[in-house]
């Protein structure tokens, strides 16, 4: 099979180029590169970039789009609620969070704990502690 030998990347899309740009770059801290199609957001561990790009008939997906391993999720979080980012509280569908917005879990079947927040487009992002 030729696809089992083919790199791959993600893309999403997004109404606002400039926002986006703002939010992974400043609020994020992620090196954003503008190409002619759109954004490039370069994330640790290299590998190649997660494409931004602008659509015309944008709907915000209902799943997360991009998960962030992190160390310390409390840490994580209280950083991004110092640049105005919110985490999201939720108590459905098998998802609770507590009042920070983290779901803790025993760690043995999963990570320890996951928070989500949104972009300026209203997708859904997570932290992941392991």
Known sequence: MYL?????FTSFSVDDMNKAKEFYSNTLGLKVEQTPMGLE???A????????YQSQDYHAPEHTVLNFLVDDIETAIEDLGDKGVKMEI????????DDKGIMRMDGK?????IAW??????????????
């Open 90 to 97: 939720y108590h459905e569908d098998g998802i609770d969070t």
């Open 117 to 130: 927040f949104k972009d300026p487009a209203g997708h859904i992002l997570s932290l992941i502690e392991q």
């Open 4 to 8: 089992n030998r083919a790199k791959a």
């Open 45 to 52: 561990g290299g590998g190649l970039p997660v494409f931004v």
């Open 109 to 113: 079947r999963g990570p320890k704990a």
């Open 41 to 43: 957001l370069h994330l």
